[in-house]
């Protein structure tokens, strides 16, 4: 049998960066691209945003990871071809690409504009194309994607930081508005001060509530109020602190996928509060069933968002300035970033700088 | 020193109660206080046994104080009404549900949502606001503010109305809070007990398609051709289960002992919504995945507010929807107890007080 050939499997040569096994070391990889189809956008990857979901990929922390697999979900670059049939772009505009690159387009969800949602929606690395090949992601050199999953990055917005809103920020966006948290006033807790989290204070700032930042790192304090503009910060293991603020927030988005207890986070919530996880903790978590009756309070989950919302997110943030807090690394330096990733080591997002270090 | 309950007030009373964590009823002497100028006094003739009356009198929560005379889903007639009540008069047929009181101040209150105020007050095993205990309605009289005293429709069966009370308004809530009267989606009823069979007439009359989620294989043919449920499934059988994958828009969960929640939320499409009213006594498994990968969210409800409540019986009357009872008589109620145990009832016990309470 004749293993399809990742170089040889479609006319458009691509360099970048892939793991070839669960250690999730990350090597120069040679593949290509499918020939730009009529309503396809071709783009030269200028930067990729380093998501802690790539680093749950490449390692295969979730089962679901083939190899060689090229990560990378928060792309960003210039077009540089267009198919015939494409309306929206032209050579030269500034485009991102987010998590999925296909679905079916014709189920209800699909058709309500949340692809996300779609049973057949397709990832943007590590998942099976239309056309029965694997997806490779943004640590590569170009990009080949179906115009509806192509978003136009506004002119306000600097590349390189706002790579990182195409997932971490339209992860956050999403349920803010979804589950009503959006509304001026509001006072929204936010779990974790990391690539989500950060950006999650950005944007519910900008919508007019009031943040308070829960961490377990007294450490983050600081930053969390002067540097990202949260109004005040909670350390999660301070019982006394949380005990205080117990029934104070109309809604939480919670960032931590590591296992962790939801009972305090429940019970500071207000009646009608809601709880949102957009982290997705393997282990099932204990759901204490009194608070949530007594009090009407749900818990909920958001996964991304669909393309048009991503859209209105990058608009969105254009307009108020929001982009992530970024440190650019060179395409060497990849592997040293997945370490100081896992240990939390990097404020807020690593973003790849692939025009000027990804070269084959 | 302090008084007795025969003698804390000037209306004397009689009913059954628990005396301690056994949960075992008698008969037991009290009184009710004097009907004030927001007060109604109503004899008592049907009060239905909810499940949850079991779990008080057995201190299954942790905060009985005994004696306990339960019962939250009262109905009878107003004998006096005081000067300031417009509402009622006497003769009037009217219900008494979860609450007899609230601190009529709060935004919770001002909102129609007094079972969400933080001083609400439970119809029984509570505290009033003259500091005194409050008994139920497993008893002859009771005295109650207008305000959480509704009026009961003509048309509705005093007995076969009585459950609605407590089980009518805690299904009724969550299908408008959670915006399940959409005609035509599919809503799933996990539990045919006294909350489950009346959540099946309810959702049908919104013009829903019920499927029916139980342990007991024999319930089908009730569910499908008595309740007029749509379809059913076995919760054991996994097979079943699985081919209904991601084909509701909402499930009300009733059960109240410890489940698993996953396949549940296997069974909602994506933005689906698990709302569950039991309350079992320890913590539920509540797997992530599924929640953040399909947008789905489990919430809670309780009970509902007083003009809710009025809105659910005026709806059930207008839908003939009443509850499936067996009418006890009062000295049946520790079987009836041990039966509703082993959820053996079809669907709610209902205590014929006026005929069958005496001393």
Redesign the interface.
């Known amino acids: 049998m004749v293993a399809n050939q990742p170089e040889k499997e479609n006319p458009v040569p691509a360099f970048g960066l892939a793991a070839r096994d669960q250690s999730g070391v990350l090597s120069p990889f040679n593949f290509s691209r499918r020939a730009t189809g009529e309503k396809d956008v071709k783009f030269k990857v200028i930067y990729c945003g380093i998501c802690h979901s790539d680093l749950h990929m490449i390692k295969n922390e979730w089962g679901t990871s083939t190899y060689p697999l090229v990560p990378g979900h928060e792309i960003v670059g210039e077009v540089t071809e267009v198919g015939s049939q494409v309306e929206k772009f032209k050579v030269g505009d500034r485009v991102g690409v987010g998590c999925i690159v296909g679905s079916c387009r014709s189920c209800d ?1 699909c058709s309500n504009s ?1 692809e996300n ?1 779609c ?1 057949k929606m397709i990832l943007t690395y590590a998942g099976t194309y239309h056309d029965g090949t694997v997806t490779y992601g943004g640590y590569s050199d170009v990009m080949v994607c179906d115009e509806h999953f192509v978003v136009r990055v506004p002119d306000a917005l600097p590349l390189d930081a706002a790579a990182p809103l195409l997932c971490a920020g339209i992860t956050l966006y999403s349920p803010l508005r ?1 589950y009503g948290l959006d509304k001026p006033g509001i006072h929204l807790g936010i779990v974790g001060l990391g690539g989500l989290g950060h950006v999650g204070v950005k944007f519910a700032k900008a919508m007019g509530a009031k943040v308070t930042v829960i961490s377990t790192s007294p450490a983050k304090k600081q930053e969390a109020i002067e540097r990202h503009g949260a109004d005040s910060f909670l350390v999660s293991r301070d019982q006394e602190q949380m005990k205080a603020a117990m029934g104070t927030l109309d809604g939480i988005i919670d960032t931590v996928s590591a296992v962790h207890p ?2 305090p986070l429940i019970g500071l919530l207000k ?2 509060g809601k709880l949102v ?6 282990k ?20 991304i968002g669909g393309m048009k919302e991503t859209q209105e997110m990058l608009d969105f943030a254009a307009k108020h300035n929001i982009t992530a807090d970024i440190e650019v690394i060179s395409a060497d330096y990849v592997n040293t970033a997945m370490q100081r990733l896992e240990k939390g080591d990097v404020k807020y997002r690593f973003v790849i700088d692939v025009a000027k270090t990804m070269q084959a | 020193m302090a008084k007795s309950p025969e003698t804390e007030h000037p209306q004397k009373a009689f009913g059954w109660a628990a005396r301690d964590s056994s949960g075992v009823l008698s008969p037991f002497n009290f009184s009710r206080r004097e009907n004030g100028d927001e007060d109604v006094t109503i004899k008592i003739h049907f009060c239905g046994i909810c499940h949850s009356d079991l779990h008080a009198i057995k201190n299954e929560w942790g905060f009985a104080h005994y004696p306990m005379v339960p019962g939250h889903e009262i109905v009878g007639i107003v004998m006096k009404s005081g000067k300031n009540v417009e509402k009622f008069r006497e003769g009037d047929r009217v219900g008494v549900g979860v609450m007899v009181g609230s601190c009529m101040s709060c935004d ?1 209150c001002n909102q129609d949502l007094e079972n ?1 105020c933080p001083k609400m007050i439970f119809t029984y095993n509570s505290v009033y606001h003259d500091g005194t205990a409050n008994y139920g309605g497993y008893s002859d009289m009771i005295v109650v503010d207008q305000h959480f005293v509704v009026r009961f429709p003509d048309t509705m069966p005093f007995d076969a109305g009585a459950p609605l009370l407590c089980a009518g308004v805690t299904v009724y809530s969550p299908m408008k ?1 959670y915006g399940m009267t959409e005609p035509g989606k599919h809503l799933g009823i996990v539990g045919l007990g006294g909350l489950g069979h009346v959540a099946v007439k309810i959702a049908k009359a919104f013009g829903l398609k019920v499927t029916v989620i139980s342990h007991s294989p024999g319930k089908e043919t009730e569910a499908v051709d008595r309740l007029g449920a749509d379809g059913f499934l076995v919760s054991s059988d996994p097979l079943k289960i699985k081919a209904a994958f ?1 084909s509701m828009d909402y499930i009300i969960d009733t059960v109240s002992s410890v489940h698993a ?2 396949p549940l939320l296997a069974l909602l499409k ?2 689906g919504k698990l709302i ?5 006594d320890k ?20 009970i509902g507010g007083m003009k809710e409540t009025q809105e659910m019986l005026d709806f059930c009357a207008k839908h003939s929807i009443t509850a499936d009872v067996e009418v006890i008589s009062m000295d049946q109620v520790n079987v009836a107890m041990a039966r509703l145990a082993k959820s053996d009832v079809r669907y709610r016990f209902v205590i014929d007080v006026a005929n069958s309470l005496s001393k």
């Open positions: 969800n949340i949602y049973p979804y939801i009972m009646t009608h996880l957009v982290g997705a903790p393997e099932p978590l204990e759901l204490p069933v009194f608070p949530l009756l007594m009090g009407r309070k749900i818990v909920g989950g958001s996964c | 919770y969400y809070y991601g929640l996953t994506p933005n569950t009213l039991g309350l079992p913590p539920l498994e509540l797997p992530m995945f599924p929640l953040v990968l399909g947008r789905k969210l489990v919430g809670g409800s309780d």
